[in-house]
Structure formats: structure tokens, C-alpha cells
């Protein structure tokens, strides 16, 4: 496929105006002229330079790769129709829709940019974190910056032993078979090939933990909405857990809060202070 620099200049530009800094979780600020968000703006949202996005939008500039374009699509909040008509638009083939998707509804985009002040993340079916807020970072770390399948939270409990520490240890056993149990139903749900089914294959042959847990045939076990982690600076944290679905992505918005007047809720006001440079 060709790219069409002028559609997709054009298109970039209408959606870029059609947002308020408000719709993405921004601050509007004072003396602003601007009719929607800046182009330094998207590119904030979009995870690149501002140089480089304003270089699409004047028609200049090699190709953007699919990768960009997917940072795009997120950063403005595009519908999937929206999404699909600008990789087009860039010349490539949209990205697949549905379960295996990593792409978040504008819907549940909306929901998360408004949760700024409370420790928050979007994961998939597989456990691997897609977005988190600030205070989300502050509380378990850089997640998004994983690849392959460390992404998934399961895949690390039984691979990676340092992913335990965040987590009371009267809980690992139940965790163990929490994660086994959740990823045999995906596994199941998905069909040989998935990626489900692929982290399978990889922690049956490398955790003998694992092949232990799995050999039970466990499933429909669900998490504790009380979570008792163990932050590095704070300590033990007793933390409520509610979650949003998103059926059509099967996403879920994760949220953790602490009941105020407890020792817990005082220590959440500090993550804002204390930052995530201890776990980055």
C-alpha cells in the first residue's frame, strides 16, 4: 500500500483539533489560542518528538512505521474505525481487531486519563500492562517497558523470582494457581497457536513450578479484591482492587485504592512524592 501524505496530513489535523487537552487528561492552561490540542501535545500523547510528528502533518519526513502510526492512532484517542482508516492512510495494513489486540478503547482511554491521582493500569487477558498512571509506576514499577512474554505477569511469577517481592508472601501459593488457573481458561478460549497457548508451551518447559500448579487443572479461580503488596520504600500496603471490562478488547481498567483513616491511605499520598524512581 502507497502512503497518502496529504490524507494523512489532513486527517491528522481534524482529529488533532477535534481534542481539548481536557478529553486526554491535559491541563488546559492559561492564554491558550489553540483550536484543540498543539502538535506538541499529540506528540507528548504519542510518545514521540515533536519534530517528528510535525513532519507528518506538513507531508515531509520518511514513511512512519507501523509502530508509530499505532502511537498515534492511541494518543488521539481513535475510535478502531478511525484507527484502521489511518493506517490505511500510511500506508499499512490495519492491525487485527479483537481479543488479541493491545489497542485501548477511546472509551476506556477517557476513564484512565481522568484517574491521574490514583495508582491505575490497563492489561490485557494475559496480564500485561498496556498503560498505568504515574502513581500507577510509583506502586509496581515501569511495566509497559517489557517485551515479549515478561509482558505477561504470569509468565514472570514462575520465570522471574524478583516479581514476587511485590507481593506478600502468605499469598504466592494462591497467586501461583490464581495465574495458571486464568491463563489455562485463555488457553482454552484462544485455541492452539495463541499467544496464550504459546506462554503455556514456554513455562511448561522452563518452570517446574509451574507444571506442577498446571498439572491441577485449575480454573475459575479469582483474585482477591484486597491485595497485599510490598512496596520497597513503604512497606505493606493493603490495597482495594476494583476493575473495568472491556468485553469487546477484553482489556480491563485495574484501580487500586487504600480506605481512608488506615496506614495504608497515608501511605499512598506519599507514592506522589516518593515518585517511581525507585522501581523504574
Request: hydrophobic share 35%; net charge neutral.
Amino acid at each position: 500500500m502507497a502512503i497518502d501524505r496529504t490524507g494523512l496530513a489532513e486527517f491528522l489535523r481534524r482529529r488533532r483539533e477535534a481534542l481539548q487537552p481536557e478529553d486526554v487528561g491535559m491541563p488546559r492552561g492559561q492564554r491558550r489560542r489553540t483550536s484543540g490540542l498543539r502538535r506538541e501535545e499529540v506528540a507528548a500523547l504519542s510518545n514521540m518528538s515533536t519534530d517528528y510528528y510535525s513532519r507528518i502533518e506538513q507531508k515531509r519526513g520518511p514513511q512512519p512505521s507501523e509502530q508509530m502510526i499505532a502511537s498515534i492512532a492511541q494518543g488521539l484517542h481513535l475510535s478502531l474505525d478511525e484507527r484502521d482508516h489511518l493506517f490505511r492512510l500510511a500506508g499499512h495494513h490495519p492491525p487485527t481487531r479483537g481479543a488479541t489486540s493491545d489497542y485501548i478503547s477511546p472509551g476506556m482511554m477517557r476513564i484512565f486519563d481522568r484517574l491521574s491521582d490514583t495508582p491505575a493500569e490497563v492489561v490485557t487477558e494475559l496480564g500485561e500492562t498496556l498503560r498505568q498512571t504515574p502513581l500507577g509506576v510509583a506502586l509496581t514499577g515501569n511495566l509497559t517497558a517489557l517485551q515479549g512474554p515478561d509482558r505477561s505477569i504470569g509468565y514472570r511469577w514462575f520465570t522471574n523470582p524478583a516479581s514476587r517481592r511485590l507481593y506478600a508472601p502468605e499469598d504466592h501459593l494462591f497467586l501461583g494457581r490464581l495465574w495458571a488457573s486464568g491463563l489455562r481458561s485463555v488457553a482454552t478460549l484462544r485455541g492452539p497457536g495463541s499467544r496464550a497457548a504459546q506462554l503455556v508451551d514456554l513455562l511448561v518447559a522452563h518452570s517446574e513450578e509451574f507444571r506442577e500448579v498446571w498439572d491441577r487443572h485449575e480454573v475459575g479461580l479469582r483474585p482477591n479484591e484486597v491485595k497485599h503488596l510490598v512496596h520497597p520504600e513503604l512497606g505493606p500496603l493493603e490495597l482495594t482492587c476494583q476493575s473495568l471490562s472491556e468485553p469487546n478488547q477484553s482489556h480491563s481498567l485495574l484501580v487500586y485504592t487504600a480506605i481512608p483513616g488506615t496506614e495504608s491511605y497515608d501511605k499512598l499520598q506519599l507514592l506522589s512524592i516518593i515518585g517511581a524512581h525507585s522501581l523504574g
